[in-house]
């Protein structure tokens, strides 16, 4: 094992041992290296009259360019855009990230955690968690309707174990009841248990009430008291498009971050959707326990094996693209501009849950709870979902996402509102279709 690893191990272990069990066999043998970057760091504070380390191309001390692309970004300078940028990410971007982060979640307050490390995408954030938290085999706890993707990074790239639970109760809601189960089983037979918790949900768009948020928290958190390691993964993509009263409006990080110091909180999100920039692939990693000892200084390792992870896999999250982030949260329009287009897809929610609130849809399709994010699922009860998607989409040109036997996803996030009850008709009027044929 390196000793740079074996350091940053070490320091893990002293603060908090339980990490160091959760950790994966990469993960405890990853480490940020020195090398070459430590000695361009350097190099780049004291070489005053010639710096040869450089990986890139300089030409009369300035970044070398083609005006061809950088005519594309009147203001934004080749040192801001073409360079590489740390592997942890650009320093002011993860400060103002992780200050966000508090603003919007108030009762995180001061808790101490981890400065984010910065990734490309929220994607690319779960692949970095998985390499410092899986081992194959490991179980992981996802409900029956997930994001597809999950599979492919953690089961097909990683070899864990999905295990899925039932999301919702018969009369709406989170099942508390089942997730409680899910983890139980899980707990009676593994030392450690990894729950991936998505809000607001893809696909369902659903994000739980604050009181199926308590109930969370204390699960998880008796279930660490209990002996067994808990990493707690919140997939935050969707986070802050929230639209009703009772949807909890903090991500359960905030909760679950301070309660054990065998409950591991890692949060995951990033500004793809919150600041609608989604080809800009700019996400975080964010590590929050209860530590003794040195809690700068554990955090500091855990951000040195994730630093790693992305070093190790992309290089680094694109300067520009952090650039460009960074720059809009500091403008004084920033604030204004997430409410107007926060309104506009509150908009689109209120708009379908009144559409579909007329009782002629009632013997077609019923809806799943949705109050947040992007989109909204309709159960079919007459037809199946890939051939009402086919039919729907070959005969009237309308694309939807069938899931399941049953499910259909509609994404209003790319809904005009107005276009909302001509699309439910179109369904209905499909379905009718289908179901006329049937007979």
């Given amino acids: 094992m390196n000793p740079l690893a074996q350091e940053s191990n070490q320091i893990i272990q002293t603060g908090n041992p339980y990490l160091f069990e959760m950790m994966s066999e990469v993960g405890k043998n990853l480490f940020f290296p020195k090398g070459i970057l430590s000695q361009s760091a350097e ?94 085999g490991d179980i992981i706890l996802l409900p029956d309707m997930m994001w597809g993707n999950y599979t492919m990074i953690l089961s097909v790239r990683k070899g864990a174990v999905i295990q899925q639970y039932n999301l919702f109760t018969k009369s709406g809601g989170f099942d508390l009841e089942a997730f409680a189960a899910a983890v139980a089983a899980a707990a009676k037979t593994r030392k450690k248990i990894i729950v991936l918790l998505n809000f607001p949900q893809n696909p369902s768009g659903y994000t ?40 909890c409006k903090e991500s359960l990080f905030t909760g679950l971050c301070r309660q054990h110091s065998r409950l591991l909180a890692i949060k995951l999100d990033g500004a793809t959707k919150e600041n609608f920039v989604w080809g800009l692939r700019v996400g975080f990693v964010t590590y929050g326990t209860r530590i003794d000892g040195d809690v700068p200084a554990v955090y500091e390792a855990l951000e040195k094996k994730t630093a790693g992870a992305v070093r190790g896999s992309i290089s680094n999250a694109s300067h520009l693209s952090q650039t460009l982030v960074l720059r809009s949260m500091q403008h004084p329009d920033y604030a204004r501009e997430q409410n107007e287009k926060f309104e506009i897809l509150k908009a689109r929610a209120e ?89």
């Fill in 351 to 439: 708009r379908i849950k009144a559409v579909i609130s007329d009782p002629k849809y009632r013997d077609a399709f019923e809806p799943y709870p949705f109050n947040s994010g992007y989109f909204m699922c309709v159960r079919l009860k007459t037809v199946a979902a890939e051939p009402l998607r086919l039919h729907l989409l070959d005969k009237y040109g309308v694309g939807l996402i069938a899931l399941g036997e049953r499910n259909l996803r509609v994404a209003f996030s790319c809904l005009e509102e107005s276009d909302i009850p001509e699309l439910f008709d179109t369904i209905l009027k499909g379905i009718g279709e289908l179901t006329a044929q049937q007979t």
């Fill in 208 to 247: 739980v009430t604050k009181t199926e948020a308590d109930e969370i928290v204390r699960i998880l958190s008796e279930t660490a008291q209990s002996g067994t390691n808990v990493v707690a993964v919140s997939d935050d993509a969707y986070f802050g498009l929230f639209y009703e009263e009772e949807t």
């Fill in 43 to 136: 190099a780049k504070e004291k070489a005053h009259r010639i710096n040869a380390t450089i990986g890139i191309a300089t030409e009369k001390g300035r970044t070398m360019h083609f005006p061809s692309v950088m005519d594309a970004l009147p203001e934004v300078e080749p040192e801001a855009a073409l360079t590489y940028a740390p592997s942890y990410g650009l320093l002011p971007l993860r400060k103002a990230w992780q200050e966000s982060m508090r603003v919007k979640n108030p009762s995180l307050a001061d808790t101490a955690i981890s400065l984010p490390v910065t990734t490309c995408g929220i994607t690319h954030a779960i692949s970095v968690f998985a390499d410092m938290w899986v081992d194959p």
